[in-house]
């Protein structure tokens, strides 16, 4: 590092320790030691850092980067749109025609009759408008008791006050002690509850048992990540997204499909529910929707509401400022464009069989390595630390930190998750274009 790059550094160092209070960061190690890496550009799927080192992004930084960096035709679609007009509104009947071409465009790539789409900045905000629709829903069905959003434990939902309530991490649920009464945690998974059978040990706190509890008349949706991500990487045992679709049906409440990080091809479908064709009432998406290059998101909803709000003859009192943003939205449309004109879905699908062979292969060479798993390009796996006994590292033993920390040094960006007691997980996650060289470089390390 040259002698001006290394002032620059620690002067932009010291700026970011007083100016900027991190998300999910330790405060104190950070007022500390200030930022571990600055960023400055990226190609593919390798980011460089000020000092000159160049990374692989193992998780297309927070599963969003799926097109990988420095993509010029997202850049051009987005200086195209930007240079016509700053930023429209779609408040107030007004709208703009890259909102509505790419919701035409999203609605004929999703599943089902998923027709409509109410645009949002990001996942948090597409989740939280989920719960206010489905609840509005059921008010204008005069059925104004159903206001319960029932998650799962593990899930991860975003951090406005009600969806850090519906996310099953207790870090991020606890924080600040902010509470939202109308939501309940669930038992991760347990297919044979959903199904009906009230002998299985852990029917207790299942959705069916929490339906049974609270009264489906006060229920109005389950929540559910097709792959849970933040929580560890954890794919459903299969018959279970169908089984919670049964379930919803059977009691009349709506089944929110949360696609933030599956959505956009990252599992090898478009979306996480194509791989066990179920449609949910409603569907949230962001990150990959833009590849990260534009702040945008949405909920997707089916016709039968759509219909339902046409009924309503008030005003929507619901909306962002950035809702359906032009410059975001035409960045969305040119995703989807080159995700299918590249391959790039079917490239996850397979890319992700060779990441699968790859921690397969690392499972079956160190006892410490376990349980690994993945759909596509979401892959993670447990540090065992009896894998006799399938017993993962206890919480307070930072095993997948360890793993991550060493995987930095070798210039590979990972991430552990390990902030529940009994958690010891790290998630690897490329973006789409990666190439069979790549994956192995990435196993490697
Ligand atoms: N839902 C899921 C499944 C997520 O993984 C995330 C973020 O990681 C969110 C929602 C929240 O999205 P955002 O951070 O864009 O608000």
């Not at 550009?41 to 799926?66: A, H, P, Q």
């Not at 696609?259 to 449609?279: A, L, P, Q, S, Y």
């Not at 449309?333 to 992700?352: P, Q, S, T």
């Amino acid at each position: 590092m040259s002698q001006q790059t290394e002032t620059l550094f620690n002067e932009l160092s010291s700026l970011d320790k007083k100016h900027i209070l991190h998300p999910s960061t330790n405060p104190k190690l950070q007022s500390e030691t200030g930022p571990k890496l600055i960023f400055t550009s990226g190609e593919g799927i390798y980011l460089k850092d000020m000092r000159g080192k160049t990374y692989i992004d193992g998780v297309s930084m927070l599963w969003n980067v799926n097109l990988g960096h420095g993509v010029k035709e997202l850049a051009e679609a987005s200086y195209e749109q930007m240079i016509k007009a700053a930023y429209t509104t779609t408040f107030y009947g007004y709208s703009n025609e890259a909102s509505v071409r790419l919701a035409e465009k999203i609605a004929e790539v999703s599943p089902g009759d998923l027709n409509t789409i109410f645009y949002t900045s990001g996942g948090s905000e597409s989740n939280d408008t989920a719960f206010k629709l489905s609840r509005f829903y059921w008010d204008l069905k005069g059925k104004k008791d159903k206001k319960i959003i029932i998650s799962l434990k593990r899930g991860y939902h975003g951090v406005t006050v009600a969806t850090q309530r519906a996310t099953g991490i207790e870090a991020y649920r606890e924080f600040s002690g902010s509470k939202d009464p109308n939501i309940v945690n669930a038992k991760p998974h347990l297919t044979e509850c959903e199904l009906g059978d009230k002998s299985h040990p852990e029917y207790e706190g299942s959705i069916r048992s929490i339906i049974e509890k609270e009264g489906a008349d006060k229920i109005a949706a389950v929540i559910v990540e097709p792959i849970q991500g933040a929580g560890g990487v954890h794919v459903p045992p299969e018959g279970y997204l169908q089984a919670v679709r049964k379930l919803c049906d059977e009691f009349n409440i709506h089944m929110i499909a949360d696609e933030v990080i599956c959505g956009f091809g990252r599992t090898g479908k478009m979306f996480g529910v194509d791989h066990w064709d179920v449609v949910p009432d409603f569907m949230s998406i962001a990150k990959g929707m833009t590849s990260g290059y534009a702040q945008l998101g949405g909920v997707l909803m089916t016709e039968e509401i759509r219909d339902a709000f046409n009924t309503f003859d008030g005003m929507l009192a619901h909306g962002f400022t950035y809702s359906g943003h032009p410059t975001a939205c035409a960045v969305g449309l040119k995703n989807i464009e080159i995700l299918e004109r590249d391959g790039l879905i079917e490239n996850a699908r397979v890319m992700g069989d060779e990441l699968k062979k790859g921690l397969d292969y690392l499972e079956d060479k160190y006892a410490f390595v376990g349980n690994t798993r993945s759909r596509g390009l979401l892959a993670g796996f447990d540090l065992m630390e009896d894998p006799e006994a399938g017993k993962p590292f206890a919480g307070s033993i930072k095993a997948a930190a360890t793993v991550v920390e060493e995987s930095y040094k070798r210039e590979l960006l990972i991430r552990p998750f390990d902030f529940t007691p009994g958690m010891n997980i790290v998630a690897i996650a490329p973006p789409l274009i990666v190439q069979k060289d790549e994956v192995e470089k990435i196993i490697a390390i």
